[in-house]
């Protein structure tokens, strides 16, 4: 999920804003950035619900499950318009040109989110990390890996965004 939606999200991003050639090049490159991330979101959320399912867990039982499954629509319905409006081109100019503004601030702003859901999911796993293994140090490797891999996120995120 990291690798669909802070990961390839972020570069669709940047490809389209900074991104190398032509502008038709980085229309290319954004849509095909955001529709590996898609694929790779839609795995994620399904293997989620599979592990879930043969674990005996239940679906949505946490901020991070819910968050996750938010940001996922909204990252759906931000595809669904880039893909209707700006590649197909159903609308027309008019239409394109009023529907832009809301597709980049929403492209934008949807990635708080998904780097909250990180976090939150990393925030989970080490409370399970903590109730399975009683007497674990906060230093376990795990955990310390933990929380490097959430501030990774954070300052790429803080990286990315500064060069739009």
Known sequence: ????????????????????????????????????????GTVGVYFVFEFHKKNGFPDFYSTHSWMGMATSVVFVLQYLVGFFFFVAKLGGPVMRAAVLPAHQYFGLVSHGPAVATVITGIFEKQTFFSKCVPGASNFEPAKVWANWVAMSVVFATVVAMGHL
Do not use: D, Q, W
Request: aromatic share 4%; charged share 10%; with cysteine.
């Open 1 to 40: 999920m990291v690798t669909a939606f802070i990961v390839l999200g972020m570069e669709g991003v940047v490809m389209y804003r900074v991104g190398p050639g032509s502008r038709p090049t980085r229309k290319l490159l954004h849509v095909v950035c955001n529709t590996l991330a898609l694929v790779v």
